[in-house]
């Protein structure tokens, strides 16, 4: 006798937006200043990373999301998916976070996915990804999306896919690119692949089998058009070089997670390298012309020779700004520079963010990346306090 087949129990998902959980106020984080300090104390059991997205907080879990109050640390809203492994992406902006969870149907399992806003947990969106689930499951999934476009591996052959849903009545569009084209043929794991977005770019990053290279390329993410690529010799490596995306435009992960401070603190030794986007090629921040500071800093190996351990791509402008902030904070924490030593232009109120001199009663502090003040003139003032400090 043919035992009929039964339909699988839908997931059972918790969600619930701040409206039901009697929350009306809005978020009130300004900085990412204040994200750091409330970071530094936050503990939650089930939070594996918390995330900064625009003016709001959001800890990522095994099994879904939750917002979190500032100051208080209350949640907020929650999107949970009990007894799952689910994949969490946030928008390169910021502006929205994007859970994709196991449905099992008759005879396979789909991607199903809500995309949420990072405010109040409202649903922006929910669909089935066009894309089947991976064999190797969510571990297939990219931790990195942008606007619309989702990006997933698929295998035989190992496949860059990228997915951007389209209307109800139309099909979805989909890119994919060969990973093995970039390295002569010979097909890659997984885990020797990296992938990262910008608001501007995806970038990936292949370890080579069997050809002792690395490469680092960029494509346009709606397209997946290749935009430029570079090669490194890479005898010995283990693992292709790490992205390290500059780019702050509402996405926030902690300084320790932040590009320049990882790669000045001395994380990877000299073992890393500056790409300038939208070209590929290599850069030196400013910061390196002060006579001196690699007593204090740990200079990139800027020939790229042999493979870096580790990329920091973005915009040169955007490079250097970031370099010389987190130059002055490490400098600060090393006690060799103090806040008289930079001029009251640059420094902002440590409660408000705002500029100092608007502020005469407040207590100054450096600012972070996101709260100098714009203009060309900024980053020479704080280069030129950086010098007088250590030569």
């Given at each position: 006798m043919i035992e009929p087949m039964v339909t699988p129990d839908p997931p059972d998902i918790?969600?619930?937006?701040?409206?039901?959980?009697?929350?009306?106020?809005?978020?009130?984080?300004?900085?990412?200043?204040?994200?750091?300090?409330?970071?530094?104390?936050?503990?939650?059991?089930?939070?594996?990373?918390?995330?900064?997205?625009?003016?709001?907080?959001?800890?990522?879990?095994?099994?879904?999301?939750?917002?979190?109050?500032?100051?208080?640390?209350?949640?907020?809203?929650?999107?949970?998916?009990?007894?799952?492994?689910?994949?969490?992406?946030?928008?390169?902006?910021?502006?929205?976070?994007?859970?994709?969870?196991?449905?099992?149907?008759?005879?396979?399992?789909?991607?199903?996915?809500?995309?949420?806003?990072?405010?109040?947990?409202?649903?922006?969106?929910?669909?089935?990804?066009p894309i089947p689930m991976p064999s190797g499951g969510f571990s297939s999934l990219i931790d990195a999306s942008y606007e619309n476009t989702q990006f997933t591996f698929e295998e035989d052959p190992l496949t860059l896919a990228g997915e951007q849903p389209t209307n109800e009545d139309e099909e979805d569009d989909i890119w994919r690119v060969g990973l093995a084209a970039y390295c002569d043929g010979n097909e890659p794991s997984r885990n020797d692949v990296e992938v990262a977005t910008s608001t501007e770019k995806v970038f990936v990053s292949i370890l080579c089998p069997g050809a002792e290279s690395s490469v680092v390329f960029a494509?346009?993410?709606?397209?997946?058009?290749?935009?430029?690529?570079?090669?490194?010799?890479?005898?010995?490596?283990?693992?292709?070089?790490?992205?390290?995306?500059?780019?702050y435009e509402g996405l926030y992960r902690g300084k320790e997670n932040d590009p320049l401070h990882r790669v000045l603190s001395g994380e990877f030794g000299t073992d890393y390298l500056y790409l300038r986007d939208p070209s590929?090629?290599?850069?030196?921040?400013r910061l390196w012309d002060i006579e001196g500071i690699e007593s204090w800093l740990t200079p990139a190996n800027t020939d790229g020779n042999p493979s870096p351990r580790a990329v920091v791509v973005g915009r040169y402008r955007t490079i250097d700004r970031s370099a010389a902030v987190q130059t002055t904070h490490l400098l600060m924490e090393a006690n060799v520079m103090r806040l008289e030593d930079?001029?009251?232009?640059?420094?902002?109120?440590?409660?408000?963010?705002?500029?100092i001199v608007e502020s005469?009663?407040?207590?100054?502090?450096?600012?972070?990346?996101?709260?100098?003040?714009?203009?060309?003139?900024?980053?020479?003032l704080m280069l030129e306090a950086i010098e007088e400090a250590v030569s």
């Amino acid at each position: 006798m043919i035992e009929p087949m039964v339909t699988p129990d839908p997931p059972d998902i918790d969600h619930q937006i701040s409206e039901d959980l009697g929350i009306t106020a809005p978020q009130t984080l300004d900085s990412v200043g204040q994200f750091d300090e409330f970071a530094a104390d936050w503990d939650h059991p089930d939070a594996l990373r918390l995330v900064a997205a625009e003016n709001s907080l959001v800890a990522v879990t095994e099994d879904g999301v939750f917002g979190v109050g500032y100051p208080g640390g209350e949640e907020r809203w929650h999107f949970r998916v009990p007894g799952q492994k689910v994949a969490v992406s946030f928008r390169p902006g910021g502006g929205a976070v994007r859970v994709a969870y196991r449905v099992d149907g008759l005879r396979s399992a789909e991607v199903h996915y809500a995309v949420l806003s990072p405010e109040t947990g409202q649903r922006r969106d929910t669909g089935i990804d066009p894309i089947p689930m991976p064999s190797g499951g969510f571990s297939s999934l990219i931790d990195a999306s942008y606007e619309n476009t989702q990006f997933t591996f698929e295998e035989d052959p190992l496949t860059l896919a990228g997915e951007q849903p389209t209307n109800e009545d139309e099909e979805d569009d989909i890119w994919r690119v060969g990973l093995a084209a970039y390295c002569d043929g010979n097909e890659p794991s997984r885990n020797d692949v990296e992938v990262a977005t910008s608001t501007e770019k995806v970038f990936v990053s292949i370890l080579c089998p069997g050809a002792e290279s690395s490469v680092v390329f960029a494509l346009d993410p709606e397209s997946g058009e290749f935009e430029w690529g570079r090669e490194f010799a890479a005898a010995g490596a283990e693992t292709p070089p790490e992205l390290l995306v500059v780019d702050y435009e509402g996405l926030y992960r902690g300084k320790e997670n932040d590009p320049l401070h990882r790669v000045l603190s001395g994380e990877f030794g000299t073992d890393y390298l500056y790409l300038r986007d939208p070209s590929g090629a290599s850069h030196e921040p400013r910061l390196w012309d002060i006579e001196g500071i690699e007593s204090w800093l740990t200079p990139a190996n800027t020939d790229g020779n042999p493979s870096p351990r580790a990329v920091v791509v973005g915009r040169y402008r955007t490079i250097d700004r970031s370099a010389a902030v987190q130059t002055t904070h490490l400098l600060m924490e090393a006690n060799v520079m103090r806040l008289e030593d930079f001029p009251e232009s640059l420094l902002v109120d440590s409660s408000e963010g705002t500029p100092i001199v608007e502020s005469p009663n407040g207590t100054p502090r450096l600012p972070t990346i996101d709260e100098l003040p714009m203009g060309s003139g900024v980053s020479p003032l704080m280069l030129e306090a950086i010098e007088e400090a250590v030569s």
